[in-house]
C-alpha cells in the first residue's frame, strides 16, 4: 500500500509476546495464495490465534478485543523472526498496521515492512515496557510516531525516544516510493551515470 509517511499519532493494539514468528504473523497454508490483494492477508493476520478451529472469532485475542484500536501495533521482542516470508508485511500492512513498535525485530522481516510501507520502530525495552503499561491502564493511549525527527513518543507520559532508519527508507518512506519508483524518478542521473562510463 504506497502511501507518503510523515507524522502518525494513534492509539495502539498490544501484543505483548516476544518471538512472535512470521509463521504466527501469517500462517504458511496462505503462502500458497494466488492473489496480492492486501484485504485478504490482512483478514488473515495472526490468523490461527485470532479465530478458533470452527473460524468463529477468539474473543480473547486483542485484534477481537474492541477496546484496542488504531494504526500502531506495540509487539513484544524479536518480532518477525522466524522464515523470510514477505507475506507477513502484506498482512500487517494489509490489516492497516503503519507502525510497528518492538525492542526488537528481525531483519529481514524488518526490511519486508519497510518495503511495504509500514515503519518498524526499534525503541529500548524500558520504553516499550512503559508503554505496554500506559496502554493496560488506558487503552485510549496515543503514540505520535514522527519520521522526519525520527522520534516516538508515548502521549501519556510525555517520554519520547529517537530511532533509527536508513536514509534510504526514509526517503522512500517520506515520499511514497518503492524501489522501482525511485529508480524511475532518478532515470536520468542513472543514464547521465552510464554515459560518464563509456
Known sequence: MKQKFDIITSTCVPLPMENVDTDQIIP????????RE?????????RDWRYNADGTPNKNFVLND???????????KNFGSGSSREH???AIAGYGFR?????????????????NFVLPVVVSEDFLSELFQSIQRD???????????????????GRSEHFEINGYKKHCLLN????????????EKTQLWEQQKK
Open 66 to 76: 474492541p477496546t484496542y484500536s488504531g494504526c500502531i501495533l506495540v509487539a513484544g
Open 28 to 35: 504458511a497454508r496462505f503462502l500458497k495464495a494466488t492473489t
Open 88 to 90: 507477513a508485511a502484506w
Open 176 to 187: 511514497g516510493l518503492d524501489d522501482i519508483d525511485f529508480l524511475v524518478q532518478n532515470q
Open 99 to 115: 507502525v510497528v513498535i518492538s525492542s526488537f525485530f528481525a531483519d529481514i522481516h524488518k526490511n519486508n515492512e519497510l518495503n
Open 139 to 157: 487503552p485510549g493511549t496515543q503514540v505520535t510516531v514522527d519520521l522526519p525527527h525520527q522520534t516516538v513518543t508515548n502521549l501519556a507520559t
Open 38 to 46: 492486501e484485504k485478504f492477508f490482512g483478514d488473515n493476520l495472526f
